[in-house]
C-alpha cells in the first residue's frame, strides 16, 4: 500500500470546481463563519463556482464581507450571497446569523472556518489572551453548531470546522490555539456521534499552510517558511469533504495536503480500523479496560 505524503500545495482536478467537481454544490446553500477573508473566502469562492446558489458569509469586518460579497457575485452571477456581521463569541450574536437566514431549508453546509490563534508561552500569557483562542476556535464552532443543529430538526446537514495540524502537535507557545483545535477535532466525534443517525456529516480538517492569509501573516516566525500551500486548496477540500462520496471521512480530521484520490483508496481501512480520530497511544502494554 502506498505512503500517502502532504505534498498537495494547490487545488488539483480531483476537488476542483473547475475539474472532477464541476456542479458539485448546485443549488446548494452554505453558510461560512469567518467568510470575508482568508480561508472563508476562498471556500466561499469554490462552493459558488461548483454551483451553490446561496452563500451566507459572516465575520466582524462589514468592509471585508462586503468586498468578497461583490467578488463572488461578480464571478458567480447564479450566487446570491448574504452578509451578516457578526461574532461567534457571542450566544445573541451567533442567533442573529441563524435568524436572518432566508426562509426555507437550513444550510447544507456549515463551514465553522473563524478562528485566531495566539502566541504566547504559558508563563507569559495574560488569561484573556490565551483563552480567547477557546472563546472563538471552541466556543464560535460550539454555538454555530448548536444552533445549526436546532435548525435541521432532526434532518441531515453537513458541518465542516476548519482546524489545523497544530491541533495534533506540541509545540512551544501554541498552547492555547493546539488545544482549542484539538478540542474541535474531539468536538467534530462528538457531533458525528451524537447526529450521524439523522444523516449529520461533520468532518474537521487542517486546510493547509497558507501565508496570504490573515492567520498567515500573523504567523510565529519558526512556521513562516513552512506555509506553502494555497488557500484554493482548502477550499476545495471544503468541497470534497461536503459531497457524499467522502463520507467515509465523517467524524474524522484530515490534511487537505492528501491526495484524496489516493485517500480513497484507504476507505475500507480507515473506516474498519477507525482511523483519524484523536486517540492517546496507550501501546499495546497498557489497558484501559474496566476491571469488574
Ligand atoms: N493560514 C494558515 O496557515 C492556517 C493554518 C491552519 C489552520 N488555519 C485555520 O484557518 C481558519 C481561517 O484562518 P485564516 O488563515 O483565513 O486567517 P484570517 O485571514 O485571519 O481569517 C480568520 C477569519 O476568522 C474570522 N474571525 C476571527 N475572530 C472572529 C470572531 N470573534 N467572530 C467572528 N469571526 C471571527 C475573521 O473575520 P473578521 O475579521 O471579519 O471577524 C476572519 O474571516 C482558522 O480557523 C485557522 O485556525 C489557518
Partial sequence: MGHIKRDQHDIYHFISARGRLVGAAKGKSILITGGGKGVGKAIAVQFALAGATNITITGRDQRALG????????????????????????????SSIFAGLAPGPPPDVLVNNAGV????RIIDSDPQQWWYDWEVNVKGTYLCTRAYLQLLLGKPGT??????SIADSVLPSMSSYATSKMAVNRFTECVQLEHGAQGVRCIAFHPGGIASTGM????PAQFRGRLIDTPELAAGTALYLSTPEAGYLDGRFVFSNWDFQEVEKLKDLIVSD???VSRVNYGSFLSTEMMG
Fill in 67 to 94: 468586498r468578497a460579497k461583490s467578488g463572488i457575485e461578480a464571478e458567480s452571477p447564479h450566487c446570491m450571497v448574504t452578509t451578516v456581521e457578526a461574532d461567534v463569541t457571542s450566544e445573541d450574536s451567533v
Fill in 117 to 120: 490563534n495566539g502566541d504566547f
Fill in 159 to 164: 458541518i465542516l470546522n476548519v482546524s489545523t
Fill in 216 to 219: 498567515g501573516q500573523r504567523c
Fill in 274 to 276: 477507525n482511523l483519524l
